[in-house]
């Protein structure tokens, strides 16, 4: 394959308003991770970003509200009841969920995203999320990350202060989950049919998921009118199933971060990699993630910033890779 051809007619369509094809897609997920050629796609996909996202970098901050056993078992989450690694449960009080959202608006997050277990009820959702936006004001979206959402449920969640909703179909959703795909599909549509905006990444991504899998899971956020996009990588946690993988190497989730930027073109302008990755950037990235509280690729309760990347990093790193922050 002439890769600077493909690479070179994959931007051209980008650009020009196309979404490219499964074919396409998964030719692109095909090139060496390590090769110069990926560099290349990796270039392409950072022009793509200028055009599309205005060259502006954005924050995504997620506060994970409740720690608790799940009885769902996801081979990947640290909060499966199987795996015991939960063993003191928590759940973040009302003043510190509105301190933190203070704190993340203040430093210039553009998302806030509440993200709850299964278990957490929706109607006490729509009541914290209120709380939070009378508290702070600003120029910020507030996101909901939650269980399974019907017409009213994302009603409620809208009329709440909620604008947009994560919610994704996820890579080997039905086997190394218990969920049902087309019971995730009923929340996408109900996202769809309101006023929500959804936000959807490929995840979560281990070394052990085809080409195909990947363009398969992107084409389905773009089917369901995904804004924003982009790759979340797996993080091993000892205990879970899928530990045994080990980590998504950078370069690889690079690669597919710039391939959903150029996947999904002037359709979901903000692409987004998870964790955060100065590499993914280079190639097209624009949006990063800070969070804190109960974090399903953790097992504390995290008081700061996961990882120590917090938003003087995050600008610094959109700083060093070319964007306005
Ligand atoms: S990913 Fe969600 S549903 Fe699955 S075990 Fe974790 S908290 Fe439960």
Redesign the pocket.
């Known amino acids: 394959m002439n890769y600077d051809i493909l690479i070179k007619k994959a931007k051209e369509n980008s650009l020009e308003g196309k979404l490219l094809d499964r074919e396409t897609l998964i030719a692109l997920l095909e090139i060496d991770p390590d090769s110069k050629a990926v560099e290349k796609l990796g270039e392409s996909a950072r022009e793509v970003a200028s055009k599309f996202a205005n060259n502006k970098g954005s924050v995504w901050a997620s506060i994970g509200i409740d720690y608790q056993p799940?009885?769902?078992?996801?081979s990947?989450?640290?909060?499966?009841v199987k795996w015991g690694a939960i063993t003191n449960r928590y759940q973040w009080g009302v003043d510190d969920i509105i301190q933190y959202t203070g704190k993340f608006v203040s430093e210039g997050a553009k998302w806030v995203t509440l993200r709850t277990?299964?278990c957490f009820r929706t109607d006490n959702l729509c009541s914290l999320a209120k709380k939070v936006r009378s508290n702070v004001l600003g120029n910020y979206e507030l996101v909901a990350n939650t269980?399974e959402l019907n017409d009213e449920k994302a009603k409620l969640l809208y009329e709440s202060g909620f604008k947009v909703v994560y919610h994704s179909i996820?890579l080997r959703e039905g086997i190394d989950?218990?969920?049902n795909v087309n019971e995730r599909c009923k929340t996408l549509e109900a996202v769809r049919s309101s006023n929500l905006t959804l936000a959807y990444l490929v995840e979560p991504i281990g070394v052990e998921h085809s080409n195909e899998e990947i363009a398969d899971v992107f084409l389905t956020a773009m089917r369901y009118g995904a804004k924003l996009t982009g790759a979340m990588a797996r993080v091993p946690v000892s205990g879970t199933p899928l530990f045994k993988y080990g980590a998504l190497p950078e370069r690889r989730l690079a690669q597919i971060t710039a391939v959903t930027r150029l996947g999904a073109g002037k359709y979901a302008p903000d692409i987004c990699v998870h964790p955060p990755s100065k590499l993914a950037m280079e190639w097209g990235a624009n949006v990063v993630v800070i969070e804190t509280g109960a974090i399903?690729r953790d097992i504390k309760n995290i008081k700061n910033e996961w990882g120590g990347f917090d938003m003087s990093t995050a600008k610094k790193w959109y700083e060093e890779t070319g964007y306005e922050a």
Do not use: L, Q, V
């Open positions: 799940c009885k769902m078992n996801c990947f989450c640290s909060f499966g277990t299964e269980g996820r989950t218990p969920f399903p």
